[in-house]
């Protein structure tokens, strides 16, 4: 019995040395592979790093190159690597980039600032503050990681003069890193971010803002495939930019207004029509926007197209009938157009049959509208 134990032992003994011995060979196996440099072809580029640390990539691969072609490069283990990047990835990674250590340092100290104001006395608290809870009409995955990106983004559009290219930078990235592919989702996300841009315009009167309606215009509302959002998102694009007091947004607003009424020709239901007109002016009134009177007079027009009725090459637009009618020169009042909307009260009083059944309501309209001072 005792002799058995001994052998165990001597077994058990043996078989953790040769345990130890395999462990030391496969470090020594890795520390051997890490210094390995991998298998040199006989036929290659040298690349050499000049003092600048610039290097030059060899012609025959710059020709094979687009011009401005974009690179990532990173280390792995002794390997330098090279991954030539497309549009979307170079975005991304470029967007990214602006949430840097600096960045971050910046928008602690600013968030500790505020803070520190909040716990002194609210009385102390200077310049505006974020409307979260408004830029999220709807639903969005991921909802509260945007809302932190969208509130370092507002704190940096406050600042003096406001960080506008790292502001686009970080609103790319909110886009690129929240899509998820669902068409609702996305398009609420984009919407969400026209909205956090309109609240930044009316509550910051810097010039250079004018930067992120082009951007807004020209990058995000192409990519909202709700026709609903879309018309809410160039709504309210349209109301920041006829804020701002500049001859190209001046253009800009105008074809904002072009865009909302071609998609109101391709409505062919009278209620959706409505409401799109009554979404327009009732913003403006409710912003106490005062427009110019080009903007104002191109709102009049098309609400008289649609009185008229026309045709466009796929849809007929009948004459509106008489209480939708009384429904747009109720618009014409809340643009303070009193006189435009006298006279053509007059008209449809003048024209309407005496058996026709809103013709009590017309007259009653025109004494209302004859009763405001011009």
């Known amino acids: 019995m005792e002799n058995d134990e001994q052998a165990n032992e001597i077994v058990e003994e043996k078989s953790r040395k040769n345990l130890e011995e395999k462990k030391e060979l496969m470090n020594e196996e890795k520390l051997d592979n890490s210094k390995k440099i991998h298998a040199i072809p006989d036929k290659v580029d040298i690349i050499r790093l000049s003092k600048s640390g ?12 687009e011009e401005n072609t974009n690179f990532a490069f990173w280390q792995e283990d002794n390997r330098f690597i090279f991954q030539i990047l497309d549009e979307q990835e170079f975005q991304k990674i470029k967007a990214a980039q602006a949430l840097s250590k600096e960045a971050r340092i910046k928008r602690s100290s600013t968030t500790t600032k505020r803070k520190t104001t909040h716990q002194k006395t609210k009385k102390n608290v200077s310049g505006p503050e974020p409307e979260l809870t408004k830029y999220f009409p709807f639903q969005i995955a991921n909802a509260e990681l945007i809302k932190d990106g969208m509130e370092n983004t507002f704190y940096i559009l406050m600042e003096k003069p406001p960080e506008i290219e790292q502001s686009i930078e970080r609103l790319k990235y909110i886009i690129l890193n929240y899509s998820n592919g669902n068409k609702t989702n996305d398009s609420r996300l984009r919407n969400s971010i026209i909205i956090l841009i309109n609240d930044v315009i009316k509550k910051n009167t810097d010039p250079t803002l004018y930067q992120l309606l082009n951007f807004a215009y020209e990058k995000i509302i192409p990519h909202i495939t ?14 920041s930019s006829a804020t701002v007091k500049n001859e190209s947004i001046s253009v800009l607003s105008e074809q904002i207004l072009n865009d909302l009424f071609h998609n109101l020709e ?6 959706a029509i409505m409401q799109g007109f009554k979404i327009i002016v009732r913003s403006i009134k409710k912003e106490g926007l005062i427009l ?27 004459p509106l009938s008489t209480d939708l009618t009384l429904e747009m020169i109720d618009l014409l009042k809340d643009l303070h157009l009193i006189v435009d909307a006298n006279k053509w009260i007059e008209e449809l009083l003048q024209n309407l049959p005496p058996e026709d059944m809103f013709i009590e309501r017309v007259r009653e309209k025109l004494k209302e509208l004859r009763a405001i001072p011009l």
């Open 54 to 65: 610039s290097i030059t990539i060899p012609k025959k691969i710059r020709e094979n190159l």
């Open 226 to 239: 709700s026709s609903y959002l879309k018309d809410q998102s160039l709504v309210h694009l349209f109301l």
């Open 266 to 271: 391709n409505y062919q239901e009278n209620y």
């Open 292 to 318: 110019s009177d080009a903007l104002k007079f191109r709102i009049r027009d098309e609400i008289r197209k649609f009185i008229d009725g026309f045709s466009t090459d796929e849809i007929e637009h009948p």
